[in-house]
């Protein structure tokens, strides 16, 4: 096995430099583009305002980070491009700080009802109904609540404009993401190299979270799973990951966030001798990745890029569909402010791949009783066809290709 074990935590610890200073964050300027465009897709689809939640889109449209709570706090945005802000009459002055984009701050004290001064704000009365697009992420208590509290407003689903624009990323984006990739991937070809019998799961987790740190990535791991030999077959963890025992396989699955945006990388190994089987499961995850990598071309749908990682592992006689041996759940996801988002690669799903997405390639196997194997990059597609953002494993005994 080439580049497992044989180093320590201190001496990787102490190689880290940090560079995660060197990719500045997205500018005001692009946050107002994408308001810009916001309002006249809006406009073609003939909605007059559309409300975003705290959270990841509220941020993506404004810049103005803030996280949902009980608490009703998002932006209203006019489709003639006005923004009007809601919030708790005593986090007005914070929402002040916080605010990218400029718009008027619309106040609620904490026994007043929030989903009445949306209707306010969206002149709603009863002489007329409105039509507002609302976030999917909106919690049910606000949307419920904004439907009782206004009976003349129509709520229609926002999922069409903002995941259109979300799909596609601006290559500062995804730079910022590259960047953030790179990170990861030297975290994890770090985390190989420490690997010993006897380590804990939580040693390990550990140490991912202060190298992210030491590479500047202040808030360290975004998350972090962390698996040893049977523990591996389930694609999530368990309850009480076992220790590191001689020929277990490995399997680690980590990221970041860097200027709000994410990075996800797994890499599967053996720590000691690879035996037939595992070596076989490994060869044919990796061909999988590279089917659903080549399948991944302009103009082709999410589902057939699910459907070309699924007939290889079928070839090779495993599942078929999400039958165990096999793959059990979807080939990818998006990826960008959120973790998972928009576009998901699984069948059926027919959105057309556009320059700009970028989602994760992971087509997992599972063994159960014995082990898992996932091989997990992240492609963005440029008009000319998919890129990686990192280079995929190289082998099972050689994994980063020392």
């Not at 409300?51 to 608490?71: K, P, Q």
């Not at 919030?87 to 701050?105: C, N, Q, R, S």
């Not at 259109?164 to 190299?193: C, D, G, H, P, W």
Request: charged share 25%.
């Amino acid at each position: 096995m080439k580049g497992i074990g044989g180093s320590t935590i201190k001496k990787e610890l102490d190689a880290i430099e940090p560079i995660a200073h060197l990719i500045k964050p997205i500018k005001k300027e692009e946050f107002q583009k994408r308001i810009d465009k916001a309002c006249g897709l809006m406009k073609e689809q003939i909605a007059s305002a559309m409300y975003l939640h705290a959270g990841t889109n509220l941020y993506y449209f404004t810049g103005t980070r803030w996280s949902a709570s009980e608490r009703m706090v998002g932006a209203v945005l006019f489709s003639n491009g006005r923004l009007v802000y809601i919030a708790p009459k005593f986090e007005k002055g914070t929402i002040l700080d916080f605010m990218l984009i400029h718009g008027d701050v619309e106040c609620w004290e904490e026994h007043e009802s929030p989903f009445s001064l949306l209707g306010s704000i969206l002149g709603v009365n009863n002489n007329n109904e409105i039509d507002v697009y609302i976030d999917e992420i909106t919690p049910f208590f606000i949307s419920d609540g904004i439907i009782k509290a206004n009976s003349n407003l129509n709520l229609k689903n926002a999922t069409s404009i903002i995941a259109s624009f979300r799909m596609i990323k601006s290559l500062k984006e995804i730079s910022i993401m590259q960047y953030a990739m790179n990170i990861t991937l030297e975290v994890q070809k770090a985390v190989a190299r420490i690997m010993r019998v006897g380590i804990s799961a939580a040693e390990v987790v550990d140490f991912i979270n202060e190298a992210h740190k030491r590479y500047g990535i202040e808030s360290g791991s975004y998350f972090c799973i962390v698996l040893f030999g049977v523990d591996s077959s389930f694609p999530h963890g368990v309850r009480m990951p076992k220790k590191l025992e001689m020929n277990d396989v490995v399997l680690v699955d980590t990221g970041c966030v860097l200027h709000d945006y994410i990075s996800d990388i797994t890499r599967t190994y053996v720590f000691g001798e690879v035996n037939d089987e595992q070596r076989r499961i490994w060869n044919i995850e990796k061909e999988a990745q590279i089917a659903a990598f080549n399948a991944s071309q302009i103009g082709r749908s999410c589902a057939s890029v699910d459907d070309a990682s699924r007939q290889i592992l079928e070839e090779h006689g495993l599942g078929p569909d999400y039958t165990l041996p096999g793959l059990p759940h979807r080939t990818g996801h998006g990826i960008g402010l959120d973790i998972h988002e928009y576009p998901y690669i699984v069948r059926g799903n027919k959105t057309i791949l556009k320059a700009g997405m970028c989602f994760s390639n992971e087509p997992m196997i599972c063994v159960p009783n014995k082990f898992g194997i996932r091989l997990e990059d992240h492609i963005y597609m440029t008009k000319n066809g998919p890129k990686w953002f990192t280079e995929p494993a190289h082998s099972i005994e050689n994994p980063f290709g020392n």
